[in-house]
C-alpha cells in the first residue's frame, strides 16, 4: 500500500509544534509494516538546516498555475531514516525567516498543493492514500476532485485529513477560488466551501475527505460541540462517521531516561532510585534548595492562556504557603513572564523562573522533577504529559482532549493511576488537586513509587499509535 502524507512541517527538517513530529515519525514507523510505502512531501524552506540541504537531491522542475501566475516547482528529495522526503522548492514563496504567518500564506500554500498534485505522475508515485493535515494541505481533497481527476489514477486516490488543531482553518477571500486555484464559484454558493462569508479551507477539507481525524478520541467528541468546534462543530457532526480520534505518539528513542544524554544520570523503570540524583542536580542548577524531601514541580511550556498558567499565577501565593518547590521553564505573554519571575524573586527558595527554551534543561525538567504541571483550557493531544510519564514525572492535568486520554487520575481506594486531574477549569480545583498531590508526596512515598511505575509503563511509541492509522488506511485501499 502506497501512502502519501503531506503537510507543512516535519521534523527534522523544520518544525513548530506537534505537527512536525507526526510527520516526522508517523512515516518510519508506517514503513517498519509489511507491504507498506510511506513517502512524505513538505516546502524546502529556508529553516531546514544546512546538513540536509547538503544531502538534497534535485529530481526535477516544472512549473505550477497558481491563477493568472506560472510558478515554477523544483522537486527535491531526501532518504531519511528509511522514509523519502520531497520537497517543493520556490524561492519566492519558501525563501523566507519562519514557516507561517505571512501576508500571503494562502498563496503559498495554494501554490504547494497544487504543486503536489502535479508532481506525482513524474514521481512515478501514485498512492492509494494521500493523508492530509491542517489547513494547510486540506484543498488537496477538493483538488483531487474537482481540478484534477483527469490524471490518470487520480480518481481511485483515497484521502484522510487530520486536524491538528481546529483553530487555525484557512480562511480567505471568495475571489481566491479563482485567484489561486482557477475553480469556479459554483461551490462556494451553494454553500460547501463557505462558511462566515468566507472561502475556508478546512470546512472544504472536510467534506471531501475520506476520513477524519484528530489527534485524540476525546477532541474527536469535543470538536463537535460548540465550546471547541470553532463554527465547523455541525459540519463534524455532519461528518461524524467518518470521524474519529487516534492519539499521538512520542518518539521513544529519543525520549527514553536510559539513555538520553542530557540528564545527569541515566535511569531505568528497574534503577527509578537515580531519578533522585537528576532531582538534586536540577535544583542545584535552578538554584533551589537542595532537597530530596520536597515535591518539585516541573513546566516546560508555552506561557499562555490556552496552556491555563493564569490558574496557577492566581493561587501562587497560597501554594507558596506548602512546602513545595516549582521549575518552570518557558516563554510567553509578558503578563506571564513577570508574573512567574515575580515568584522568583519573592520566593527564590520555592520558585525558579527561566523565560528561555533551552532543549537541555528541558529534559532535565522532565528527568529531575516529581510531579509535571499541564493544566491547558485545550489541548487536542499533547505531548509533554507523555513525555514526563516516560521519566517518572507524574502529570497534573486539566482533563480535556488528549490529556483526558493518556493520563489516568490516582484512584486513592485502588492506588491505579498515572497521574493527576480536575475536571472543572478553575483555578481553585488546580489548586485543590495539586494540594492532594503534595499530600500523597509526603506521606506515602510507596503510593506514589506504584504511580510512577504505572507511568512508566505506558507505551506512548509511534510504533503503537501508527497501528491505528494503518487501519484506516486498509478501510480506505
Not at 516535519?10 to 507491504?35: Q, W
Not at 470546512?203 to 477524519?212: D, Q, R, V, W
Not at 478520541?217 to 463554527?231: D, L, N
Request: glycine residues 8%; aromatic residues 14%; negative net charge.
Amino acid at each position: 500500500m502506497k501512502i502519501l502524507l503531506v503537510g507543512a512541517e516535519a521534523a527534522p527538517f523544520i518544525k513548530t509544534g506537534g505537527l512536525g513530529d507526526v510527520l516526522g515519525a508517523l512515516p518510519k514507523s508506517l514503513n517498519k509494516k509489511k507491504d507498506v510505502d510511506a513517502r512524505v512531501i513538505l516546502p524546502y524552506y529556508k529553516g531546514i538546516p544546512q546538513q540536509f540541504k547538503d544531502q538534497a537531491e534535485d529530481l526535477f522542475y516544472t512549473y505550477v498555475d497558481v491563477g493568472w501566475r506560472h510558478m515554477y516547482a523544483g522537486v527535491k528529495h531526501i532518504y531519511f531514516e528509511n522514509v523519502h522526503f520531497y520537497f517543493i522548492d520556490n524561492e519566492y514563496y519558501f525563501n523566507r525567516d519562519g514557516v507561517y504567518g505571512f501576508y500571503d500564506d494562502g498563496e503559498r500554500f495554494a501554490f504547494f498543493q497544487q504543486a503536489v498534485l502535479e508532481i506525482l505522475p513524474q514521481l512515478e508515485f501514485i498512492p492509494d492514500v494521500i493523508h492530509v493535515n491542517d489547513y494547510h494541505t486540506a484543498m488537496i481533497p477538493v483538488l483531487l476532485r474537482e481540478k484534477y481527476a483527469w490524471i490518470d489514477g487520480y480518481p481511485y486516490i483515497n484521502t484522510l485529513l487530520t486536524i491538528h488543531n481546529i483553530e487555525f482553518q484557512g480562511q480567505y477571500d471568495p475571489a481566491t477560488l479563482g485567484e489561486l486555484f482557477n475553480l469556479s464559484m459554483d461551490k462556494y454558493n451553494d454553500g460547501t466551501f463557505q462558511q462566515d462569508g468566507c472561502f475556508n479551507w478546512l470546512k472544504s477539507g472536510l467534506i471531501y475527505a475520506n476520513k477524519i481525524t484528530t489527534v485524540s478520541p476525546t477532541y474527536a467528541k469535543e470538536i463537535q460541540t460548540p465550546e471547541f468546534g470553532k463554527g465547523l462543530d455541525s459540519i463534524l457532526r455532519a461528518q461524524n462517521s467518518k470521524l474519529s480520534g487516534i492519539v499521538n505518539g512520542i518518539d521513544t528513542e529519543i525520549f527514553d531516561p536510559a539513555k538520553d544524554e542530557f540528564l545527569f544520570k541515566n535511569y531505568s523503570l528497574k534503577t527509578v532510585k537515580d531519578k533522585t540524583i537528576n532531582k538534586l542536580e536540577l535544583q542545584k542548577q535552578v538554584g533551589l534548595p537542595v532537597r530530596e524531601d520536597v515535591m518539585l514541580v516541573g513546566i516546560v511550556s508555552r506561557l499562555t492562556y490556552q496552556k491555563g498558567f493564569h490558574l496557577v499565577l492566581e493561587q501562587m501565593k497560597e501554594i507558596l504557603n506548602w512546602d513545595i518547590q516549582f521549575v518552570i521553564l518557558g516563554t510567553g505573554y509578558k503578563e506571564f513572564e513577570e508574573g512567574f519571575s515575580w515568584f522568583t524573586e519573592n520566593y527564590p527558595d520555592k520558585v525558579a523562573t527561566i523565560i528561555n527554551f533551552n532543549l537541555e534543561l528541558a529534559q532535565r525538567i522532565y528527568g529531575g522533577s516529581d510531579l509535571f504541571l499541564m493544566p491547558s483550557a485545550f489541548e487536542p493531544c499533547g505531548l509533554s504529559q507523555m513525555m514526563a510519564m516516560r521519566y517518572g514525572n507524574l502529570p497534573l492535568v486539566h482533563e480535556v482532549g488528549g490529556l483526558k486520554d493518556t493520563v489516568s487520575p490516582y484512584n486513592p481506594l485502588t492506588g491505579e493511576g498515572t497521574g493527576f486531574g480536575f475536571k472543572s477549569f478553575d483555578s481553585y480545583w488546580l489548586k485543590d488537586v495539586l494540594a492532594s498531590a503534595n499530600l500523597l508526596y509526603n506521606r506515602d512515598q510507596e503510593a506514589w513509587k506504584k504511580l510512577q511505575k504505572n507511568a512508566m509503563e505506558q507505551d506512548f511509541s509511534w510504533d503503537t499509535a501508527s497501528l491505528e492509522y494503518l487501519n484506516l488506511y486498509w478501510e480506505l485501499n
